[in-house]
T-cell receptor
Framework: DTEVTQTPKHLVMGMTNKKSLKCEQH?????MYWYKQKAKKPPELMFV???????INESVPSRFSPECPNSSLLNLHLHALQPEDSALYLC???????????????FGEGSRLTVL | EDQVTQSPEALRLQEGESSSLNCSYT??????LFWYRQDPGKGPEFLFT???AGEEKEKERLKATLTKKESFLHITAPKPEDSATYLC??????????FGAGTTVTVRA
């Protein structure tokens, strides 16, 4: 099983809503990532979890709150978002964070978020 | 600051017309250079890892090469199913990945 599964595929929310994006992998990977991607732009790193602990937060606004309940699951909680937060949110995993193959990321299909 | 520049931004090819994509980079102490393929509305799919100058990797119609300052992705006799955006990423000594903006390849039958 070499899949990273993300739900939901599409999400529309108002600026006052609270919602969550979910990600799951069963490859035994110990590093999991959230990326944000705008149209025709490269993915931008948001958060990295290593062995279920947050190891990198790329100065992401507090309206985005990550959570790693266990080694297979990664959530991104959303609250009071702005229209400019509309983007494709990608979850990825790798064997671990600090090794030569860390750049070999397995991405999910993404969650397309629209903030009205 | 690490920089990754991909060219061209877009490439339109006739089926069977071979071509190359370029990824030039500036990073101190490159740990690895990675190529990904991304289809519209989907997440990137890992293709290759290159670690040192002179290294080459092949997969079907794709061949990636690496020098000290750039990498090339050669597409030989492309087919319409090779249409996608190709991203390269470099890994710095702190293991952080920096992605280029990508080259969007369109192959017409």
């Amino acid at each position: 099983d070499t899949e990273v599964t993300q739900t939901p595929k599409h999400l529309v929310m108002g600026m006052t809503n609270k919602k969550s994006l979910k990600c799951e992998q069963h490859m035994g990977h110990r590093a999991m990532y959230w990326y944000k991607q705008k149209a025709k732009k490269p993915p931008e790193l948001m958060f990295v979890y290593s062995y279920e602990k947050l190891s990198i937060n790329e100065s992401v606004p507090s309206r985005f709150s990550p959570e790693c309940p266990n080694s297979s699951l990664l959530n991104l909680h959303l609250h009071a978002l702005q229209p400019e937060d509309s983007a494709l949110y990608l979850c990825a995993s790798s064997q671990d964070r600090d090794s030569a193959n860390t750049g070999e990321l397995f991405f999910g299909e993404g969650s397309r978020l629209t903030v009205l | 600051e690490d920089q990754v520049t991909q060219s061209p931004e877009a490439l339109r090819l006739q089926e069977g017309e071979s071509s190359s994509l370029n990824c030039s980079y500036t990073v101190s102490g490159l740990r690895g250079l990675f190529w990904y393929r991304q289809d519209p509305g989907k997440g990137p799919e890992f293709l290759f890892t290159l670690y040192s100058a002179g290294e080459e990797k092949e997969k079907e119609r794709l061949k990636a090469t690496l020098t000290k300052k750039e990498s090339f992705l050669h597409i030989t006799a492309p087919k319409p199913e090779d249409s996608a955006t190709y991203l390269c990423a470099v890994q710095a000594p702190d293991y952080k990945l920096s992605f280029g903006a990508g080259t969007t390849v369109t192959v017409r039958a």
